[in-house]
């Protein structure tokens, strides 16, 4: 079984080899493109796929060492995510399956992030979460708690209301004068800050959902206070507003996410998406897993952001159980799991 699978549904143009479940190659085209604008232009990120989807494919084949005649069938990312990226990868899959006459699967991208901890590579002596497992799922554009039962059932049982985390820390860093995505940069400044200098204001959500549109105003509005007051202030508090904002975000998370594992009864938790880059976090499902007892899976760099492999691991899921589409299902840019 030789699955490629292409994931073209933000600003990463990413193709993936998988063989027998092992992970043979993973090549990701990122667009700078976007940098000067403080957030990715869709018009910009579609034309950037047209011109990486077949040099990255290529690649993905070449360090795979296969050919395409050799592919069993093509799993790529059918949505959610925006309309002219997904595009691209979506009509390039279809393409090139009818030219080798072979089966398409499609794959929720959703899906795939919290799938992401069953990619393996050669060697790898790392362990996949056994069903049923949570999965905090934060991304630019997402922040969910997913009760996972099985590959193909997975229920949101919590989701932000309004902004998503990763998009609050891009804006609050975008108010900041720092640069684009935010994340890393923040997560960078907040090694060096104390995360109790500052409080922003706090969600009180019921249940476990999530809010971080307040924050994020909070954080404008007490920034421009302070702004007004000491010109400087951002230059001189930097480390401190960035340890702070990462604080509360974590916090605000974890949070919800230990109700949800209380209520449940399940100990074994993963972490997907953009956002389980950050370090903060990280610690923090360390630090959970000591005091509560939970068995965590934190996804390696490579996979935390857009990236082809999960695409491909949810296509060896799919084709096992043949379950392949045809070649009428347009693409879409706004689902749940
Ligand atoms: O999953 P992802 O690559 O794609 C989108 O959903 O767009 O997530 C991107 C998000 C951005 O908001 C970015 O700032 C955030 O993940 N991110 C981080 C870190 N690295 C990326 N947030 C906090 N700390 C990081 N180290």
Same mark, same amino acid.
């Given at each position: 079984m030789i699955i490629l699978g292409i994931e073209s549904s933000c600003d990463d143009t990413s193709a993936a080899i998988i063989k027998d479940g092992i992970l043979l190659s993973n090549v990701t085209a990122s667009q700078a493109v976007h940098e000067a604008y403080g957030g990715?232009?869709?018009?910009?990120?579609?034309?950037?796929?047209? =011109?990486?989807?077949?040099?990255?494919?290529?690649h993905a084949l070449k360090k795979a060492g296969v050919t395409q005649? %050799? &592919?069993?069938?093509i799993a790529f990312t059918r949505g959610p995510g925006l309309m002219g990226s997904l595009l691209v990868g979506v009509s390039f899959a279809k393409g090139l399956a009818a030219?080798?006459?072979?089966? !398409?699967? %499609?794959?929720?991208?959703l899906q795939g992030h919290v799938l992401a901890h069953f990619v393996r590579e050669e060697g790898d002596e790392h362990t996949a979460?056994? @069903?049923?497992?949570?999965? &905090? &799922?934060?991304?630019?554009?997402?922040? =969910?708690?997913?009760?996972v039962r099985s590959y193909k059932d997975m229920e949101i049982i919590g989701k932000t209301i309004d902004d998503a985390a990763g998009e609050a820390i891009d804006k609050c860093s975008k108010?900041?004068? !720092?640069?684009?995505?935010?994340?890393p940069i923040i997560d960078r400044l /907040?090694?060096?800050?104390?995360?109790? /200098?500052? %409080?922003?204001a706090r969600p009180q959500i019921a249940g476990y959902d999530y809010s971080f549109s307040g924050l994020k105003t909070s954080f404008?509005?007490? &920034?421009?206070?302070?702004?007004? %007051?000491?010109?400087d202030f951002i230059e001189r508090h930097k480390e401190d507003l960035a340890a702070s904002l990462e604080y509360t975000i974590v916090d605000i998370l974890m949070k919800k996410l230990r109700k949800a594992a209380k209520d449940l009864k399940i100990k074994h938790v993963a972490l997907a998406g953009g956002v389980s880059a950050n370090t903060g976090l990280r610690q923090a499902f360390e630090d959970h897993a000591r005091r509560y007892g939970w068995t965590v899976y934190i996804p390696k760099f490579g996979y935390t952001t857009d990236n082809a492999a999960m695409i491909a691991m949810v296509g060896c899921f799919k084709y096992q159980e043949k379950? @392949?589409?045809? !070649?009428?299902k347009p693409a879409y840019s706004r689902v749940d799991i």
């Open positions: 990715v232009v869709p018009e910009l990120a579609s034309r950037a796929h047209q =011109q990486n989807i077949v040099p990255v494919v290529d005649e %050799e &592919l069993s069938a030219s080798l006459n072979i089966p !398409m699967i %499609e794959v929720n991208h979460p056994p @069903f049923p497992f949570l999965c &905090l &799922l934060v991304s630019g554009g997402n922040s =969910q708690i997913i009760l108010v900041m004068g !720092m640069g684009y995505p935010g994340g /907040a090694r060096n800050g104390n995360p109790k /200098a500052f %409080e922003f404008l509005y007490n &920034l421009r206070e302070w702004v007004a %007051e000491d010109p379950e @392949f589409c045809t !070649m009428d």
